[in-house]
């Protein structure tokens, strides 16, 4: 099984629609290349894959779950942390949402890693810079990750996603897709 990545021609691209948010297509063109599989993309973290089993040796509740997630993401504080680690800009702002930085989007739940999100999220601030305000996962595949259940694709987002907001509080809740106190500037 292969990952969809955001690299290349063929790369995932995430842009913004004026009507439904984000629109998520796949790029046209080839030249035949291969794109990486999970296990050559992302590293490995032995004990924080959430697979079928919610309950890992490691993190078996959701508090500890989150904190792996934070500790996991903090680097990404610095965009250019998560630049260097792959993640490639994917939209602008979107409301109540915030800017999308895409690594990859998993095949299935074996591919999904707590502690390797798929996509950071991140809200922008008055004097232009970005603050990490959540993680997102996707897969291809109706998948579970903290006893929570993928929301469903849309013609708008063609994966199944699940939001965590661990560095933002979100008043709908820790897994809800969007969140009122994210603005994008006028």
């Not at 996962?137 to 849309?154: N, W």
Request: with cysteine.
């Amino acid at each position: 099984m292969r990952k969809r990545t955001l690299t290349g021609i063929t790369a995932l691209a995430l842009a913004l629609t004026p009507t439904t948010g984000v629109a998520f297509a796949s790029g046209g063109g080839g030249g035949g290349h291969e794109q990486p599989t999970a296990a050559q993309q992302q590293p490995e973290h032995k004990g924080n894959r959430q697979g079928n089993d919610q309950h890992g040796d490691h993190h078996s509740d959701l508090g500890s779950q989150i904190e792996a997630v934070k500790h996991a993401t903090a680097q990404y504080h610095d965009v250019e942390e998560a630049e260097a680690d792959g993640y490639l800009l994917a939209t602008e702002c979107v409301p109540g949402m915030g800017v999308h930085y895409a690594r990859a989007i998993a095949t299935d739940q074996e591919e999904l890693d707590i502690t390797q999100p798929n996509i950071l999220v991140y809200a922008p601030q008055r004097d232009g810079s970005l603050e990490l305000v959540a993680v997102e996962y996707g897969s291809e595949s109706a998948d579970e990750l903290f006893g929570h259940r993928f929301d469903s694709p849309t013609t708008s987002v063609p994966f199944y996603s699940l939001h965590a907001w661990v560095w933002e509080k979100n008043p709908h809740g820790l897994f809800t897709a969007e969140n009122p106190r994210i603005s994008c500037p006028a």
